[in-house]
């Protein structure tokens, strides 16, 4: 007490009992723990879990249409350890090295504390382990395995496997552009990217991805699911037996086969490679596709690349310049035009242009072709012969009457800047067309419109326009993709054409047609010409356009573009080259039109479509 006075009988009671209370609670819980360590080995606590082990998926292969394995992924395995794990890096190292005839020094210093004194976390000790050496090691961290009597610490300790895929492309450098490349990622970043969810992840887990072309565009459907396995540890990080959950198996990725014709995509390869060799150009790129369906059948550019090994140095041999390349078309644009007058047009038959070689307009010059190659003027055309003769004060005139607005309806019909729908966007890298907005086509810029200029597209976007006019006016989606499959070979996913009619009047569509193919058999493309197949095409001879209305002087992207037979189209293809100087003059007609008849030529008669005497002679 306070004032030093002796405590009382009740204040001894009181805390006699208190005594007791709390000896009884200590003694209790004592017990409590003693028994369960008696009765299970063990303090009783909450299990730590991790992932012991990360299953990855196999990616989806990449088909072509006739079977050939494009990409593909082989299971590897990879050993890994977990630094901070280790009971002694040295011993560790000198056992690892051993089993697996490697360096022990360079192992050793990944293994040890970094100058900090910090620990290490996960070390990949050898990223493509044997079948073999992956069981030898396993054997021997089995030795010793908790529960067996060994007399000095386990090394092994902190030892772990991954099984993980590589991608691999049996075809080489075929259709590199455009299945693109992969890339290894953290698989704890891409939780929600790819749809993975997991509560616990190893952290040095990796995957392929996709990183470009098909394999990024098409990543979701390859990608699968990663299973694992689940391992409970004690408080010092030891397996505890029995404490490995049931795996959960890794889902493969699903194969896509594309509507690619592997026969005819290798010609292709090799007709560009020769073309780009001969004319010296900074690349040549084509597309072929099925005109009534859209499909793909090749996809090229020259120079290629090898899939598996990106050319850093050049980084423009991976891109597919036939969705990315925006160009101005020049005079391959001609045939929208056309097809959009006669449509809108009741009298265009009987409308005739006079071309002197050029023309004042809002204090600018409009200029034909021809004037710098002769020295005059075309003289008085209809549009049969502007087609024909590639006349630019032909189609100025016709792109006049036709009227602003009325222009971009029918761009906007051709969708010449559209990206396409959800099937085209399974094709990687297209890029949008750009087409001037009405409130800024001036007299000088629809007439310079009128023959390609001042608009942009892409090789894929104008193959797919022109198409419409092989379709009788109806525009054909084009497809690259044509079913999806599981692991086991079942389909889960086909892929049809679609179509939206009325672009333009059939009418319309077969007199453009006919006016290519008086192109081909008089104009500026005799150079397309096929023995024993009627040919309808267009050339196409734009000058380089830097900034806004500027022009590189002498630098030309040629093309051509067309479909065959005329009356009965199988095939659509459109050739394009950038920057030829061999000729010194190039064109067209000149550079792509031989190109497009050795591609029509042999996918007609890989198609069994040519006429029997010229499939023979091929």
Same mark, same amino acid.
């Given at each position: 007490?306070?004032?030093?006075?002796?405590?009382?009988?009740?204040?001894?009671?009181?805390?006699?009992?208190?005594?007791?209370?709390?000896?009884?609670?200590?003694?209790?819980?004592?017990?409590?723990?003693?028994?369960?360590?008696?009765?299970?080995?063990?303090?009783?606590?909450?299990?730590?879990?991790?992932?012991?082990?990360?299953?990855?998926?196999?990616?989806?292969?990449?088909?072509?249409?006739?079977?050939?394995?494009?990409?593909?992924?082989?299971?590897?395995?990879?050993?890994?350890?977990?630094?901070?794990?280790?009971?002694?890096?040295?011993?560790?190292?000198?056992?690892?090295?051993?089993?697996?005839?490697?360096?022990?020094?360079?192992?050793?210093?990944?293994?040890?504390?970094?100058?900090?004194?910090?620990?290490?976390?996960?070390?990949?000790?050898?990223?493509?382990?044997?079948?073999?050496?992956?069981?030898?090691?396993?054997?021997?961290?089995?030795?010793?395995?908790?529960?067996?009597?060994?007399?000095?610490?386990?090394?092994?300790?902190?030892?772990?496997?991954?099984?993980?895929?590589?991608?691999?492309?049996?075809?080489?450098?075929?259709?590199?552009?455009?299945?693109?490349?992969?890339?290894?990622?953290?698989?704890?970043?891409?939780?929600?990217?790819?749809?993975?969810?997991?509560?616990?992840?190893?952290? @040095?887990?990796?995957?392929?991805?996709?990183?470009?072309?098909?394999?990024?565009?098409?990543?979701?459907?390859?990608?699968?699911?990663?299973?694992?396995?689940?391992?409970?540890?004690?408080?010092?990080?030891?397996?505890?037996?029995?404490?490995?959950?049931?795996?959960?198996?890794?889902?493969?990725?699903?194969?896509?086969?594309?509507?690619?014709?592997?026969?005819?995509?290798?010609?292709?390869?090799?007709?560009?490679?020769?073309?780009?060799?001969?004319?010296?150009?900074?690349?040549?790129?084509?597309?072929?596709?099925?005109?009534?369906?859209?499909?793909?059948?090749?996809?090229?550019?020259?120079?290629?690349?090898?899939?598996?090994?990106?050319?850093?140095?050049?980084?423009?041999?991976?891109?597919?310049?036939?969705?990315?390349?925006?160009?101005?078309?020049?005079?391959?644009?001609?045939?929208?035009?056309?097809?959009?007058?006669?449509?809108?047009?009741?009298?265009?038959?009987?409308?005739?242009?006079?071309?002197?070689?050029?023309?004042?307009?809002?204090?600018?010059?409009?200029?034909?072709?021809?004037?710098?190659?002769?020295?005059?003027?075309?003289?008085?055309?209809?549009?049969?012969?502007?087609?024909?003769?590639?006349?630019?004060?032909?189609?100025?005139?016709?792109?006049?009457?036709?009227?602003?607005?009325?222009?971009?309806?029918?761009?906007?019909?051709?969708?010449?800047?559209?990206?396409?729908?959800?099937?085209?966007?399974?094709?990687?890298?297209?890029?949008?067309?750009?087409?001037?907005?009405?409130?800024?086509?001036?007299?000088?810029?629809?007439?310079?419109?009128?023959?390609?200029?001042?608009?942009?597209?892409?090789?894929?976007?104008?193959?797919?326009?022109?198409?419409?006019?092989?379709?009788?006016?109806?525009?054909?989606?084009?497809?690259?993709?044509?079913?999806?499959? @599981?692991?086991?070979?079942?389909?889960?996913?086909?892929?049809?054409?679609?179509?939206?009619?009325?672009?333009?009047?059939?009418?319309?569509?077969?007199?453009?047609?006919?006016?290519?193919?008086?192109?081909? @058999?008089?104009?500026?493309?005799?150079?397309?010409?096929?023995?024993?197949?009627?040919?309808?095409?267009?050339?196409?001879?734009?000058?380089?356009?830097?900034?806004?209305?500027?022009?590189?002087?002498?630098?030309?992207?040629?093309?051509?573009?067309?479909?065959?037979?005329?009356?009965?189209?199988?095939?659509?293809?459109?050739?394009?080259?950038?920057?030829?100087?061999?000729?010194?003059?190039?064109?067209?007609?000149?550079?792509?039109?031989?190109?497009?008849?050795?591609?029509?030529?042999?996918?007609?008669?890989?198609?069994?479509?040519?006429?029997?005497?010229?499939?023979?002679?091929?």
């Amino acid at each position: 007490m306070m004032d030093g006075s002796l405590p009382t009988p009740i204040h001894s009671r009181i805390r006699a009992r208190q005594l007791w209370v709390g000896s009884t609670i200590v003694f209790g819980l004592l017990g409590c723990k003693l028994l369960a360590i008696q009765a299970f080995g063990r303090a009783p606590r909450a299990p730590l879990t991790f992932v012991k082990e990360v299953l990855a998926p196999p990616r989806g292969a990449l088909l072509t249409s006739d079977g050939a394995v494009l990409a593909t992924s082989i299971e590897q395995h990879r050993a890994i350890l977990n630094a901070r794990q280790l009971i002694s890096p040295t011993a560790t190292a000198d056992l690892v090295a051993a089993e697996l005839g490697m360096p022990r020094r360079p192992l050793l210093a990944k293994l040890q504390p970094d100058l900090r004194g910090r620990r290490r976390g996960y070390v990949v000790v050898n990223d493509n382990l044997s079948e073999s050496q992956r069981e030898r090691l396993q054997m021997r961290a089995r030795e010793f395995a908790p529960g067996r009597a060994v007399a000095t610490p386990n090394p092994w300790h902190g030892l772990s496997f991954e099984t993980h895929t590589r991608r691999q492309y049996p075809q080489g450098a075929l259709a590199a552009q455009l299945l693109g490349t992969v890339a290894v990622r953290q698989l704890e970043e891409l939780c929600g990217e790819v749809e993975l969810s997991y509560d616990l992840l190893a952290r @040095n887990t990796r995957i392929e991805v996709g990183a470009a072309g098909l394999e990024h565009a098409l990543n979701r459907l390859l990608v699968g699911q990663p299973g694992f396995i689940k391992a409970e540890t004690d408080a010092r990080g030891q397996l505890i037996p029995d404490g490995v959950e049931a795996p959960r198996a890794a889902v493969a990725g699903y194969d896509v086969v594309l509507t690619i014709d592997q026969q005819i995509q290798r010609e292709v390869e090799r007709v560009l490679d020769r073309c780009r060799a001969e004319s010296k150009a900074r690349y040549v790129t084509a597309i072929v596709m099925k005109s009534r369906t859209g499909e793909i059948l090749a996809m090229a550019t020259a120079p290629g690349y090898h899939p598996s090994k990106y050319p850093t140095s050049e980084p423009n041999r991976a891109v597919n310049w036939a969705t990315a390349a925006l160009y101005e078309p020049g005079s391959t644009f001609k045939l929208l035009v056309a097809a959009a007058a006669i449509d809108r047009l009741p009298n265009w038959q009987r409308i005739k242009a006079h071309c002197d070689g050029s023309r004042e307009l809002n204090g600018r010059t409009v200029k034909c072709w021809i004037l710098a190659k002769q020295g005059h003027g075309h003289g008085q055309c209809d549009l049969q012969t502007g087609i024909r003769e590639s006349c630019n004060m032909t189609m100025a005139e016709f792109g006049r009457r036709l009227g602003r607005k009325h222009f971009l309806d029918y761009l906007e019909k051709f969708q010449i800047t559209a990206l396409g729908d959800d099937a085209e966007r399974l094709i990687p890298g297209i890029r949008r067309g750009q087409v001037p907005p009405l409130s800024e086509i001036s007299d000088h810029t629809l007439a310079g419109m009128s023959f390609g200029q001042h608009v942009a597209t892409t090789p894929y976007a104008l193959l797919r326009a022109v198409n419409v006019l092989a379709n009788e006016g109806t525009l054909v989606h084009p497809q690259l993709v044509q079913e999806v499959r @599981n692991h086991e070979g079942a389909t889960v996913k086909s892929y049809l054409a679609r179509v939206e009619p009325g672009v333009v009047k059939p009418a319309t569509a077969r007199a453009v047609r006919d006016m290519m193919v008086e192109v081909v @058999n008089h104009g500026t493309g005799k150079n397309a010409q096929i023995k024993g197949v009627k040919v309808a095409g267009k050339t196409g001879t734009a000058e380089v356009a830097i900034g806004k209305g500027g022009y590189v002087q002498g630098k030309y992207i040629v093309s051509f573009v067309g479909f065959a037979p005329a009356d009965h189209p199988e095939v659509s293809v459109i050739v394009v080259a950038n920057q030829p100087t061999n000729p010194p003059n190039p064109s067209g007609g000149l550079v792509a039109a031989p190109v497009f008849r050795e591609i029509v030529e042999a996918t007609l008669s890989r198609l069994q479509r040519l006429p029997r005497a010229l499939a023979r002679s091929s």
